[in-house]
């Protein structure tokens, strides 16, 4: 039972456009949403959160849009630039388990110059 | 520099041979936790420590051990390595009460293949 999805393995854009990456999940007790960049060789960076009580949430270039009816998540990185290129991974906790954290399989952003 | 250590970065090794992978951090962190990750898939964690003497399951604990006696070390044993502990894992650690609210560091990863 994956509790959370990221359903696109892999997104190619042009730079400057927008990116768009998704995330749905399952557990109605995940409070607590991240989204890491992971690039080649490197363990995972944290880029950006968002908690339940928040539908928004803006840094930069990059916000993170949650709708908990739909159970769904989504990154959006405006402009997007070469070096956004990575894999991306959405994780979702629940305060009831502080300690567990569950993460998607990770979308590979490819940005195009 | 903040940072979260782990070594080996890469071993080759033999079923049944014991192995230890080390993971240290500076930055005073409670939470620790081991993912390791496979092709394709996400992370999927392992074990995860609140605070020292304080350790707990994650998703996929079996043929793993952890200890948290210190803490800024969280070391994963390997008591008996089979081949499908073949994976790429990763240390990360986080101020307080795990996920929730705090946003994971994470080691440069260990590539572990088992043979």
């Known amino acids: 039972d994956q509790q959370v999805k990221q359903n696109s393995p892999s997104l190619s854009v042009q730079e400057g456009r927008i990116s768009i990456l998704n995330c749905d999940y399952t557990n109605s007790m995940f409070d607590y949403f991240l989204w890491y960049k992971k690039y080649p060789a490197e363990g995972p960076t944290f880029l950006i959160s968002?908690?339940?009580?928040?539908d928004k949430n803006e840094d930069g270039r990059f916000t993170v849009f949650l709708n908990k009816s739909a159970k769904h998540l989504s990154l959006h990185i405006v402009p997007s630039q070469p070096g956004d290129s990575a894999v991306y991974f959405c994780?979702?906790?629940?305060?009831?388990?502080?300690?567990?954290?569950?993460f998607g399989d990770g979308t590979t952003l490819t940005v195009k110059p | 520099e903040a940072q979260v250590t782990q070594n080996p970065r890469y071993l080759i090794t033999v079923t049944g041979k014991k192995l230890t992978v080390t993971c240290s951090q500076n930055m005073n962190h409670e939470y620790m936790s081991w993912y390791r990750q496979d092709p394709g898939l996400g992370l999927r964690q392992i074990y995860y420590?609140?605070?020292?003497?304080?350790?707990d399951k994650g998703d996929v604990p079996e043929g793993y051990k952890v200890s948290r006696k210190e803490k800024r070390n969280f070391p994963l044993i390997l008591e008996s390595p089979s081949p499908n502990q073949t994976s790429l894992y990763f240390c990360a650690s986080s101020l307080f009460g795990g996920g929730v609210g705090q946003p994971q560091h994470f080691g440069d990863g260990t590539r572990l293949s088992i043979l």
């Open positions: 968002i908690s339940s009580i928040k």
């Open positions: 994780a979702a906790s629940a305060g009831t388990n502080a300690g567990k954290s569950t």
């Open positions: 420590s609140m605070n020292v003497e304080v350790t």
